[in-house]
C-alpha cells in the first residue's frame, strides 16, 4: 500500500506536467505523428491565410485592375462601396440567404438526428437514413446545381413543372427565374444539413440511456423527453454549429454561382459572391476587395458576441 504522502506526491507531480505550457515546435517533436497530419492545416491557419488577408487588404486601397499596377488610391474604393446602387440589395439579400438557410440547416439537421437516433430503435436502420443525408455532402457542388436545374426546369419536363402540372394542371414555372433568392435558400438549406445531422446524432447517442426510461417510467411522452432532456443537452452542439454555420454562409457563394449566378438582374447576389464578380468578372480587383473587407467587421462582432453571451468562453475554458 502507499502512502497518503507518496500518493499526494505523484498527484502533484502529474498534475504540474499536465499543466505545464510547452511550445508549439515542442509539442509536435513529441507527437509526431499528430504533428505530420495536423502540419498543413496549421501551416495554412498561421502563415498562408494571414499573408492573404493581408495582400486582400493592400489591395482594397489601390486601384488595381486588368494591368495589376498598385496605384493606392486611398478610401476611394471603401467610399464607392457606399455609394453603390446595388449595395442596398444585395445587403438584404444576403440578410435573408443567411438567416433562412440557417434555419433551414439547423432545424431540418436537428429533426433528422432526432428521428434516426430517438424514435428509430434499430441503429442500422437508423444508420441507413443518416448517410442519405450525408450523399449530398460528398458529391460534387456541379453535380448537386445541374440536378437542381433540371428540378426546377421552366419546361414541362422540369421535375416539379412535371408533378405540379399532373397533379394539379399548373403550367410551367420559371422557378429559377422568378423565386431564385428562396430556390438557392432551399438548395444550400437542404444540401447543408449533413454535418448539422451528423454532430447532433453523435450527441444523442452519447447520452445515457437510462435517462429515457427512467423518463418514461415516470409517464413523459416523446415531446416531454425531447424538451426536457434532449435539448438542453444539444445546447453546446446547437450553439457552434449555428455560430460556425452562420459565420461559413456569410462568405459561401458557390452554390449560387453555380445555380443562378447571382440573377436574374442581382435578385440572388449576395455580398461575397458580389465581390468575387468584381473582382474576377469586371477585373477591379480594388474594389472587388474593398467589397469583400466589409464582411470582416460583421465577423469579428458575431465572433466577439458569441464569446462572451453565448457561453463559448466557459466552454473553452478547460478548467471549469
Known amino acids: 500500500m502507499l502512502s497518503t504522502e507518496t500518493i499526494l506526491l505523484e498527484q502533484e507531480i502529474i498534475s504540474k506536467e499536465f499543466n505545464q505550457k510547452k511550445s508549439l515546435w515542442k509539442l509536435a517533436k513529441e507527437n509526431k505523428y499528430w504533428g505530420l497530419i495536423l502540419g498543413p492545416f496549421v501551416l495554412n491557419q498561421l502563415l498562408i491565410v494571414p499573408i492573404t488577408a493581408l495582400i486582400i487588404i493592400l489591395i482594397s486601397f489601390t486601384s488595381m485592375d486588368h494591368s495589376l499596377n498598385w496605384d493606392f488610391v486611398g478610401w476611394t474604393n471603401y467610399q464607392k462601396v457606399l455609394s453603390d446602387p446595388k449595395i442596398g440589395l444585395i445587403f438584404w439579400n444576403t440578410l435573408i440567404f443567411v438567416f433562412m438557410t440557417l434555419f433551414i440547416k439547423i432545424f431540418l439537421g436537428m429533426f433528422v438526428a432526432i428521428t434516426t437516433t430517438y424514435f428509430i430503435k434499430n441503429s442500422r436502420r437508423g444508420t441507413f437514413f443518416r448517410a442519405i443525408w450525408l450523399l449530398p455532402k460528398v458529391s460534387p457542388g456541379v453535380v448537386e446545381a445541374l440536378l437542381w436545374t433540371w428540378i426546377f426546369s421552366p419546361t414541362d419536363s422540369g421535375i416539379f413543372n412535371m408533378i405540379l402540372h399532373k397533379f394539379y394542371g399548373i403550367e410551367p414555372v420559371a422557378w429559377l427565374t422568378e423565386y431564385p433568392l428562396f430556390i438557392n435558400i432551399i438548395l444550400a438549406g437542404v444540401m447543408g444539413t449533413s454535418i448539422t445531422t451528423i454532430m447532433l446524432s453523435s450527441s444523442i447517442q452519447s447520452m445515457n440511456e437510462n435517462l429515457f426510461r427512467v423518463a418514461k417510467v415516470d409517464g413523459a411522452s416523446d415531446w416531454v423527453i425531447i424538451k426536457r432532456l ?61 467589397i469583400s473587407m466589409y464582411m470582416l467587421p460583421l465577423i469579428f462582432i458575431v465572433i466577439i458576441i458569441a464569446y462572451k453571451q453565448f457561453g463559448l468562453k466557459k466552454l473553452m475554458d478547460s478548467d471549469k
Open 230 to 290: 434532449i435539448l438542453p443537452y444539444l445546447k453546446w452542439p446547437l450553439t457552434f454549429l449555428t455560430l460556425w454555420q452562420g459565420l461559413a454562409l456569410i462568405t459561401s457563394y458557390e452554390s449560387i454561382l453555380l445555380l443562378t449566378d447571382g440573377g436574374p438582374n442581382y435578385q440572388s447576389e449576395v455580398w461575397s459572391l458580389y465581390s468575387f464578380h468584381t473582382a474576377f468578372s469586371t477585373l477591379d480587383f480594388g474594389y472587388g476587395s474593398a
